[in-house]
């Protein structure tokens, strides 16, 4: 009976909403985002250490020419500075592990539904306590935000003044503020692959690099470049962050990732109804055979038909949408 509700719409309905779905696949992206904010954090502390190591050997001098009595207060600034970081680390931590959690309790349900071993109340019960830490993670990302917000803004502040920054030119120190939520984009990402302002028809899937690499086009980019000039400043930027996807996005949870692309693919390239998305995402979640990226890099559904029908047959050098090329790590 379960494997007829699930492809039933109004069971499907009472499931997750649309908004739910948006939430639960922007899941792995959320993730990178805040373990991105978190390697910016650990960095910039690494620094607030240096300065702090800094103060405390120029004050072991006891010079009798140097103001002692500033760099005391500037050390006690510095070291509440320090403790400000790790409150933001702690913080953003906590959020990825709730993240993590829901991550797991949804693939799990979907596995469950997949099996179809329990009974209809068994879903809803769980779908509404999931629903429940959605609501609960929305809660504490509002309040996370508002506390890493006040605590930037303290951070900002020190690493502007001008007595702060004489020391730190003073100690060849260089320390980036953390406005706009610790300056992810400014974090480099760094690929051997060229980019060139032309169509790429190759998909890259490296382990050696821990990477995917997605095929794009050009009026692709340029329409990210149209649509948001405040997040984008360059086709590079574009590629980076929209088309170049760390290998553990698609792989650290397989079952997920095919449903989320799958799901993607249909309503958001295809533009068709969520429901039809949605049976369309667990059509694709339990095909082993089908890595994730390559739902990735597909831009149509008959793409995608294209290339299962290929899988299928044993048959791949007949797949010409694209190039897919495997880069492993040696044994």
Do not use: W
């Amino acid at each position: 009976m379960l494997k007829d509700l699930v492809t039933n719409t109004n069971y499907l309905n009472s499931l997750f909403t649309e908004k739910d779905f948006n939430f639960i696949n922007s899941f792995d992206n959320e993730i990178s985002e805040i373990n991105a904010k978190i390697s910016y954090q650990e960095a910039i502390r690494d620094k607030i250490v240096q300065f702090i190591s800094s103060l405390a050997e120029v004050l072991k001098l006891n010079d009798p020419e140097i103001d002692n009595y500033s760099l005391y207060k500037k050390s006690n600034e510095v070291t509440e500075i320090f403790e400000l970081i790790n409150n933001n680390i702690q913080l953003l931590s906590d959020l990825g592990n709730q993240l993590n959690s829901l991550d797991s309790e949804i693939v799990t349900l979907l596995l469950e539904v997949e099996k179809a071993n329990h009974t209809e109340d068994y879903y809803d019960a769980n779908v509404q306590r999931i629903k429940a830490k959605i609501d609960d993670y929305t809660f504490f990302l509002r309040e996370t935000n508002q506390k890493l917000s006040a605590n930037n803004i303290k951070i900002d502040n020190f690493l502007a003044d001008p007595d702060t920054q004489k020391y730190l030119e003073g100690f060849h120190i260089h320390i980036n503020n953390l406005s706009s939520n610790s300056k992810i984009d400014s974090i480099p990402r760094v690929t051997k692959y060229q980019v060139n302002e032309k169509d790429n028809n190759t998909l890259i899937i490296s382990e050696k690099d821990n990477k995917v690499f997605l095929p794009y086009r050009v009026e692709e980019v340029n329409a990210y470049l149209e649509q948001f000039p405040d997040q984008y400043s360059s086709f590079e930027s574009v590629i980076a962050k929209e088309f170049i996807l760390p290998l553990n996005y698609y792989m650290s949870h397989p079952v997920l990732s095919r449903f989320r692309e799958a799901y993607s693919l249909c309503r958001d390239r295809e533009a068709k109804p969520i429901f039809e998305s949605l049976k369309y995402g667990m059509d694709m979640m339990f095909n082993r055979r089908l890595n994730p990226a390559i739902i990735a890099a597909c831009k149509t559904q008959d793409q995608l038909s294209h290339y299962l029908n290929c899988l299928e047959k044993n048959d791949l050098k007949n797949f010409t949408d694209f190039e897919i090329k495997f880069e492993m790590n040696p044994f």
